[in-house]
């Protein structure tokens, strides 16, 4: 069983920033493919950033976030950060971090993600 537990959540003026964590707990797991997605009241959940911590690391990120939010994950690969600056209204949302199951292929934000945590709310 993996557990994913985000924190760092909480409100902040406009133009803010906030630095969301989501550790990984499970035997044996690790993963080297985690994402941020977030959902707004009345919206669907979309996708926000995903890494993929391969021999390469690549990185995605939505139109929205683009050149304001980071997404890092730790050496250990237990851990995934989302660094978040400029924070507008219009991030408000519950966060979530997400991350497939064992076997499952990293397709960056087509990734079929398993595992999700219990969401951090964040408020602008």
């Known amino acids: 069983h993996v557990q994913l537990v985000e924190s760092g959540g909480g409100s902040v003026q406009a133009g803010g920033s906030l630095k969301l964590s989501c550790a990984a707990a499970?035997?044996?797991?690790?993963?080297?493919?985690m994402g941020w997605f977030r959902q707004a009241p009345g919206k669907e959940r979309e996708a926000v950033a995903v890494?993929?911590?391969?021999?390469?690391?690549?990185?995605w990120y939505s139109d929205a976030v683009k050149g304001r939010f980071t997404i890092s994950q730790d050496s250990t690969k237990y851990t995934v950060f989302l660094q978040m600056n400029s924070l507008s209204p219009e991030d408000t949302a519950m966060y979530y971090c997400?991350?497939?199951?064992?076997?499952?292929?990293?397709?960056?934000?087509?990734?079929?993600?398993?595992?999700w945590g219990q969401g951090t709310q964040v408020t602008v």
């Open positions: 499970g035997k044996f797991y690790r993963t080297n493919c």
């Open positions: 997400a991350a497939p199951r064992p076997g499952v292929y990293c397709y960056l934000e087509r990734t079929d993600f398993g595992y």
């Open positions: 890494i993929f911590s391969g021999d390469n690391t690549t990185w």
